[in-house]
Nanobody
Framework: QVQLVESGGGLVQAGGSLRLSCAAS????????MGWFRQAPGKEREFVAT????????RYADSVKGRFTISRDNAKNTVYLQMNSLKPEDTAVYYC?????????????????WGQGTQVTVSS
């Protein structure tokens, strides 16, 4: 199991930026695929972005493509989500997750470890 702790959430105006971080401990970080998901009030948890173990294969939800960037630093056991041009509809709790899949897909069920979440609120 991998233990995950997110940070970097907060309140930002529309058009602004935030960078989320997810620090991992436990099983070797470099062997895990990583992902970011989000859940808004009254909605199901949805895929945001994933990154492969090597960091070379990135996948994004259409709603964030071109605005969000996922990256990882295996030396620091950390994965990041840079969020630019934020919109009110990006408001949600953002979760970091880890999977044993080499190339993660979009299904939350494939991720066995989850962080506690960090709130992102975008005001209009």
């Amino acid at each position: 199991q991998v233990q995950l702790v997110e940070s970097g959430g907060g309140l930002v105006q529309a058009g602004g930026s935030l960078r989320l971080s997810c620090a991992a401990s436990g099983r070797t970080f470099s062997t895990t695929g990583m992902g970011w998901f989000r859940q808004a009030p009254g909605k199901e948890r949805e895929f945001v972005a994933t990154i492969s173990r090597s960091g070379t294969i990135l996948r994004y939800a259409d709603s964030v493509k071109g605005r969000f960037t996922i990256s990882r630093d295996n030396a620091k056991n950390t994965v990041y989500l840079q969020m630019n041009s934020l919109k009110p509809e990006d408001t949600a709790v953002y979760y970091c997750a880890a999977t044993q899949l080499v190339v993660p897909n979009r299904d939350p069920a494939d991720f066995g470890s989850w962080g506690q979440g960090t709130q992102v609120t975008v005001s209009s």
